[in-house]
Protein backbone atom coordinates (compact mmCIF):
# COMPACT_ATOMS: atom_id res chain seq x y z
CA UNK A 1 0.00 0.00 0.00
CA UNK A 2 0.90 3.86 0.08
CA UNK A 3 3.39 5.01 2.66
CA UNK A 4 3.14 8.23 4.53
CA UNK A 5 5.41 10.63 6.10
CA UNK A 6 5.02 10.77 10.13
CA UNK A 7 3.38 13.72 9.89
CA UNK A 8 0.89 13.17 7.16
CA UNK A 9 0.10 9.37 9.47
CA UNK A 10 0.04 12.37 12.13
CA UNK A 11 -2.69 14.15 9.98
CA UNK A 12 -4.25 11.44 8.94
CA UNK A 13 -4.74 9.65 12.57
CA UNK A 14 -5.75 13.22 14.10
CA UNK A 15 -2.87 12.02 16.34
CA UNK A 16 0.39 14.29 17.21
CA UNK A 17 3.44 13.54 15.82
CA UNK A 18 5.40 12.66 19.87
CA UNK A 19 2.56 10.18 20.22
CA UNK A 20 3.22 8.44 17.13
CA UNK A 21 6.87 9.07 17.45
CA UNK A 22 5.91 7.39 20.80
CA UNK A 23 4.94 4.30 19.30
CA UNK A 24 7.44 3.82 17.07
CA UNK A 25 9.47 3.53 19.86
CA UNK A 26 7.42 1.22 21.84
CA UNK A 27 7.34 -1.16 18.72
CA UNK A 28 3.45 -0.26 18.59
CA UNK A 29 3.80 0.94 15.25
CA UNK A 30 6.14 0.15 12.64
CA UNK A 31 7.84 2.21 10.01
CA UNK A 32 9.84 1.21 6.79
CA UNK A 33 12.53 3.36 5.05
CA UNK A 34 11.52 5.93 2.84
CA UNK A 35 13.25 8.43 0.33
CA UNK A 36 17.02 9.62 1.81
CA UNK A 37 16.05 6.83 4.66
CA UNK A 38 13.18 8.74 6.28
CA UNK A 39 10.91 7.03 8.31
CA UNK A 40 7.73 6.27 6.48
CA UNK A 41 4.82 4.67 7.66
CA UNK A 42 2.52 2.04 5.64
CA UNK A 43 -1.47 3.17 5.73
CA UNK A 44 -2.57 -0.47 6.36
CA UNK A 45 -0.29 0.20 9.48
CA UNK A 46 -2.25 3.07 10.48
CA UNK A 47 -5.47 1.23 9.82
CA UNK A 48 -4.37 -1.87 11.82
CA UNK A 49 -3.26 0.38 14.80
CA UNK A 50 -5.92 3.06 15.14
CA UNK A 51 -9.02 1.26 12.94
CA UNK A 52 -10.71 2.77 10.13
CA UNK A 53 -8.78 6.69 8.83
CA UNK A 54 -12.02 8.90 8.46
CA UNK A 55 -10.16 11.49 6.58
CA UNK A 56 -9.73 10.36 2.66
CA UNK A 57 -5.89 10.37 1.57
CA UNK A 58 -5.79 13.77 -0.62
CA UNK A 59 -2.26 14.07 -2.34
CA UNK A 60 -0.80 17.72 -2.16
CA UNK A 61 2.00 19.00 -3.31
CA UNK A 62 4.44 19.74 -1.07
CA UNK A 63 5.08 23.05 -1.79
CA UNK A 64 1.27 23.82 -1.29
CA UNK A 65 0.78 25.43 2.46
CA UNK A 66 -3.14 24.61 3.24
CA UNK A 67 -5.20 25.83 6.68
CA UNK A 68 -3.34 29.45 7.32
CA UNK A 69 -4.72 31.40 9.65
CA UNK A 70 -4.29 34.63 10.60
CA UNK A 71 -2.87 34.99 14.51
CA UNK A 72 -2.39 38.87 14.26
CA UNK A 73 -4.78 41.32 13.75
CA UNK A 74 -3.89 44.04 11.13
CA UNK A 75 -4.11 47.06 13.59
CA UNK A 76 -1.74 45.17 15.74
CA UNK A 77 0.70 45.23 12.83
CA UNK A 78 0.13 48.66 11.72
CA UNK A 79 0.87 50.20 15.55
CA UNK A 80 3.73 47.57 15.74
CA UNK A 81 4.62 49.39 12.13
CA UNK A 82 4.57 52.94 13.83
CA UNK A 83 6.24 52.47 16.94
CA UNK A 84 9.04 51.06 14.82
CA UNK A 85 9.13 54.03 12.31
CA UNK A 86 9.02 56.26 15.29
CA UNK A 87 12.00 54.41 16.45
CA UNK A 88 14.10 55.08 13.60
CA UNK A 89 13.64 58.53 13.24
CA UNK A 90 14.53 58.81 17.17
CA UNK A 91 17.82 56.59 16.17
CA UNK A 92 18.63 58.96 12.78
CA UNK A 93 18.44 61.96 15.53
CA UNK A 94 20.86 60.79 17.85
CA UNK A 95 23.16 59.46 15.26
CA UNK A 96 23.00 62.83 13.65
CA UNK A 97 23.75 64.74 16.96
CA UNK A 98 26.75 62.24 17.82
CA UNK A 99 27.94 62.94 14.10
CA UNK A 100 28.00 67.10 14.71
CA UNK A 101 29.57 65.93 18.05
CA UNK A 102 32.28 64.77 16.62
CA UNK A 103 32.85 67.38 13.83
CA UNK A 104 33.09 69.65 16.53
CA UNK A 105 36.00 67.94 18.13
CA UNK A 106 37.52 67.29 15.09
CA UNK A 107 37.72 71.26 14.59
CA UNK A 108 38.81 71.46 18.28
CA UNK A 109 41.34 69.50 17.86
CA UNK A 110 42.81 70.96 15.00
CA UNK A 111 42.47 73.88 16.35
CA UNK A 112 44.82 73.02 19.49
CA UNK A 113 47.51 71.17 17.51
CA UNK A 114 47.99 74.37 15.07
CA UNK A 115 48.35 76.21 18.54
CA UNK A 116 51.16 73.74 19.35
CA UNK A 117 53.41 74.63 16.57
CA UNK A 118 53.42 78.39 16.57
CA UNK A 119 53.49 78.50 20.32
CA UNK A 120 57.06 76.63 20.95
CA UNK A 121 59.04 78.98 22.91
CA UNK A 122 62.34 79.88 20.70
CA UNK A 123 65.72 79.74 22.10
CA UNK A 124 68.71 82.10 22.00
CA UNK A 125 71.68 81.26 19.78
CA UNK A 126 74.30 79.75 21.90
CA UNK A 127 74.54 76.66 24.36
CA UNK A 128 71.52 75.61 26.32
CA UNK A 129 73.34 76.33 29.54
CA UNK A 130 74.22 80.22 28.31
CA UNK A 131 69.96 80.87 28.50
CA UNK A 132 70.24 80.79 32.59
CA UNK A 133 73.38 83.24 32.58
Known sequence: ???VSISEAARLTGKSRTT???LIK???LSTCAGVRNSKMIDISELIRVFGDISSTTVEQPE??????RVTVSYTANEQLVHSLKQEVEH???LVSAQESHIDS?????H???HKKETALPVLPAGKWWQFWK
Open 105 to 109: LKQSL
Open 20 to 22: LHR
Open 26 to 28: TGE
Open 1 to 3: MAK
Open 63 to 68: EQVSGQ
Open 91 to 93: LRT
Open 111 to 113: LLE
